[in-house]
């Protein structure tokens, strides 16, 4: 039997992370180069779109991972622990996370790409809460704030719509209050 029949006849003909039955497709996990039975697992486009190009991952497509974390074969397994190390600034990855076990082989396997390992330079913005703020996220003010260079004060409860992060200062986002391009401290807000 060959190996893409084997991989098809393992998954029932759907994605082995999401459960998707269309565009379907031979996937092997980085670093491995050849296909093998355990380190390749069938996975839709839409998975291995995400999983090869962080910039355009979905958080709520990756809550499939709950169930396929659970899977029997180390390839997916190794797929969802690295899917899930990428997300885990969203919160509920994490506790899955600390739910998962893996053999210590396996574990090292998956640690191979780097997923999952802190980016020193890489500045974390959060709210007064402590929750991790993204790019386009919303949020509101917990308290009136004076807008410099005008006289205008942003009131306690305005929402602020697809904020955008400072690049060199962890404590800064952008966002408009009003018709005003304005800098908000994070510890004034609060994720929406």
């Known amino acids: 039997m060959s190996l893409e029949r084997e991989l098809y006849k393992r998954a029932d003909n759907k994605c ?6 269309e565009h379907l497709q031979i996937y092997t996990l980085a ?7 355990n380190k390749s697992l069938v996975a839709c486009k839409i998975c291995v779109d995400q999983i090869e190009d962080p910039e355009i991952t979905d958080a709520n ?3 499939c991972l709950n169930d396929s974390m659970w899977s029997e074969q180390d390839a997916v397994k190794v797929a969802a622990w690295r899917m899930l190390s990428r ?16 053999e210590d082989d396996i574990l090292e396997f998956a640690k191979a790409t780097g997923e999952g390992e802190a980016d020193p330079e890489k500045l974390i913005h959060r709210d007064v809460n402590g ?15 004076k807008v410099k260079g005008s006289s205008m004060v942003a009131k306690q409860g305005t929402a602020v719509r697809n904020i955008r992060l400072d690049r060199d200062n962890e404590k ?10 304005t800098v908000i401290i994070t510890d004034f807000v609060k994720k929406l």
Not at 133 to 139: A, N, P, Q, R, Y
């Open 16 to 21: 082995e992370l999401c459960g998707n039955e």
């Open 31 to 37: 670093p491995q180069k050849d296909e093998t039975l």
């Open 61 to 63: 497509h990756w809550r």
């Open 87 to 102: 997300l885990r600034a969203e919160g509920w990855p994490q506790d899955l996370l600390d739910m998962m076990y893996l």
């Open 131 to 145: 929750v991790v703020l993204e790019h386009g996220d919303s949020v509101v003010l917990i308290k009136d704030l």
């Open 172 to 181: 800064y986002i952008e966002g408009k209050v009003g018709p005003t391009l």
